[in-house]
DNA sequence: AAGCCGGGGAA
DNA sequence: TTCCCAGGCTT
């Protein structure tokens, strides 16, 4: 590493960020002196998120909770249905526990420990949150950082600690939040996963993946575990605007209302779940309003979704912060409504 | 260290 | 389809 001409690298990708780096809604403010709470709201949403999906949720988070006092006093339902779609509930969750603690503190954290010890906070967000708000040289290490320094330093199976140490030592003390969001920029939209675009790179003259003639091959796909197919039954009592709905809870969509549902043991006939289901509900099961299929990172969900009757209160659908899977399986019996597919 | 947690975009 | 996304928590 001592090897590589620090100061012009640097001060190349710095000119390139200052000329082609994304404008986007939480980096107004100061470079190093952002909005403490906007930003802590951005970096928790994009976690596993994309950029170009994130903002929309931003503004709509934001508008509901302007300010940290204001997540803070509110009740945990009305922070999930803020939340409603972009997944990875957790993230709501512990963003709203944290919220309490601030407000309680009357100020933000004031130091890369400080961030990290909140909730849903960990060496990524708390690195990226000190350095874009205190100015405080931590370098970030996400997965564009990850992509970046795999090919820049040639390596194809990076470890965590290593790119954390490349990323640590490439880190320009002078600028660390603005060499922190040029590392990501770089890497969202020239370094990209499939066809780096090498010619508009500011680092090419210093990239090893360059020099091989493969880019795309740094680093090497991580290895994933297999989709698992999973079927369950769910029971829709009442309408989709008026339903019975369930909290869900552990860690599968915890916090989110749902459908009643039960999952098929393996080998087992979904009459037997919806039996099992119906039980344990004292509900009459009707015809089967249909099947929905939902995929998520590690499963492959097929709901059958039939029509129940019991004496069950029912509540307002629209107010319920619900999952896209809940929500597919209402859309069947809005569906029926409109005619589509009479039952 | 490894497994798990949503949902969707890009190629 | 496959791979990945401004990761963190739990076991």
Not at 20 to 41: I, N
Not at 74 to 85: N, S, T
Not at 183 to 203: E, H, W
């Amino acid at each position: 590493m001592s090897s590589l001409p620090l100061p012009p690298l640097r001060a190349a990708l710095l000119a390139w960020f200052d000329r082609e780096g994304r404008d986007l809604p939480w980096r107004r403010g100061p470079e190093g002196a952002r909005d403490p709470y906007r930003a802590w709201v951005a970096e928790i949403l994009l976690q596993q998120t994309q950029v170009a999906r994130g903002l929309g949720y931003y503004e709509r988070f934001l508008a509901a909770f302007p300010t940290v006092q204001a997540l803070a006093a509110a009740p945990v339902e009305d922070v999930l249905k803020a939340w409603e779609g972009c997944g990875y509930y957790a993230r709501a969750r512990n963003l709203h526990r944290a919220a309490a603690l601030v407000s309680a503190q009357g100020a933000f954290p004031q130091s890369y420990g400080a961030w990290l010890a909140l909730p849903g906070v960990g060496p990524y967000t708390a690195a990226a949150l000190s350095s874009f708000t205190l100015n405080a040289p931590q370098a970030v290490s996400d997965g564009n950082v990850r992509r970046v320094m795999a090919r820049f330093r040639g390596e194809r199976t990076p470890s965590p600690a290593w790119v954390q140490a490349q990323a640590d030592a490439l880190l320009d003390p002078a600028r660390p939040g603005a060499w922190n969001e040029a590392v990501m920029d770089l890497g969202a939209t020239v370094c990209t996963p499939k066809a780096p675009r090498c010619a508009s790179c500011p680092l090419a003259p210093w990239c090893a993946a360059r020099a091989s003639g493969a880019p795309a091959n740094f680093p090497a796909p991580k290895v994933r575990a297999p989709v698992q197919a999973v079927q369950a039954v769910a029971l829709l009592i009442g309408t989709a605007g008026h339903a019975y709905l369930e909290r869900r809870e552990g860690p599968l969509l915890g916090g989110l209302m749902g459908l009643p549902a039960e999952p098929l043991q393996p080998g087992e006939a979904p009459e037997a779940a919806l039996a099992r289901l119906c039980g344990r509900l004292g509900a009459v099961a009707g015809p089967l309003l249909g099947q929905v299929q939902h995929g998520m990172t590690h499963r492959h969900l097929t709901l059958q979704v039939y029509r129940g009757q019991a004496d069950l209160p029912l509540q307002e659908v629209r107010r319920a912060a619900l999952a896209r899977l809940d929500q597919k399986a209402l859309a069947l019996e809005e569906a029926r409504q409109a005619g589509l597919f009479p039952v």
